[in-house]
């Protein structure tokens, strides 16, 4: 199956910056989404990372906030812009493949202080 | 809407006792259901994909059932060492959609040596 490397691995981060987070897969996928997981609690889907266009958010998750590209079929970023305390969470990756169902980064620890 | 209720929210076991997790959503228009692994602060490692037509998959000590009619699936591991510790998450696509996941909360699972 689908291999995705996702870096960083964690990153402290001063409010009011920005941090772009890289997913890299080994082999196409049919799709691509980001997670949010926020501290205890389970994984909430942000957008749909969309090859070429833009990406499909969720509801309460606005492009302004979280810019994601993904130029290519194996490719996306995702950036946690103008960041508060609130935005500490886990951010991961994931894509959809044909046959194996979905496979996930190693995720982002993402600390705002 | 779908919704994913996984129980018990956490788990303590001796090392070599065999155990059940489960997993129960409201919507049984599913097209499959995947269980997950999570280390702490880490990504997800699929463990098992149940297609909506197949009523188990084995991997190893692991078996997952699936009963679609009743909205519930269960993760057997046999033999449990302090190596399975971790969360364990299950997850079915949305109602209306055969790619955007639901994830329930998870069972933290303790295997003491």
């Known amino acids: 199956s689908a291999v995705i490397s996702q870096k960083p691995s964690r990153d402290i981060c001063q409010r009011g910056t920005s941090l772009t987070i890289q997913c890299q897969v080994d082999?196409?996928?049919?799709?691509m989404f980001w997670y949010r997981q926020q501290p205890g609690q389970s994984l909430t889907l942000i957008a749909t990372?969309?090859?070429?266009?833009?990406?499909?958010?969720e509801s309460g998750f606005v492009i302004d906030k979280f810019p994601i590209s993904r130029p290519n079929l194996t490719f996306s970023t995702l950036t946690v812009s103008n960041m508060s305390p609130e935005d500490s969470s886990i951010y991961l990756c994931?894509?959809?493949?044909?046959?194996?169902?979905?496979?996930f980064g190693s995720g982002t620890r993402l600390t705002v202080v | 809407k779908q919704e994913v209720t996984q129980i018990p929210a956490a788990l303590s076991v001796p090392e070599g006792e065999n155990l059940v997790l489960n997993c129960s959503f409201t919507?049984?228009?599913?097209?499959?259901l995947q269980w997950f692994r999570q280390d702490p602060g880490k990504g997800l490692t699929s463990l098992l994909l149940?297609?909506?037509?197949?009523r188990e998959q084995t991997s190893g000590r692991l078996n997952a059932s699936l009963d679609k009619s009743s909205g519930r699936s269960t993760l057997y591991i046999a033999a449990s060492q302090p190596g399975d510790s971790a969360t364990y998450l299950c997850?079915?696509?949305?109602?209306?959609?055969?790619?955007?996941?639901?994830f329930g909360k998870g069972t933290l699972l303790t295997v003491n040596p």
């Open positions: 919507d049984s228009a599913i097209y499959n």
């Open positions: 997850a079915v696509p949305r109602g209306g959609s055969n790619y955007k996941l639901t």
């Open positions: 149940i297609q909506s037509s197949q």
């Open positions: 082999s196409q996928v049919t799709m």
């Open positions: 990372a969309n090859q070429g266009s833009e990406a499909t958010y």
């Open positions: 994931s894509g959809k493949t044909a046959l194996h169902g979905y496979t």
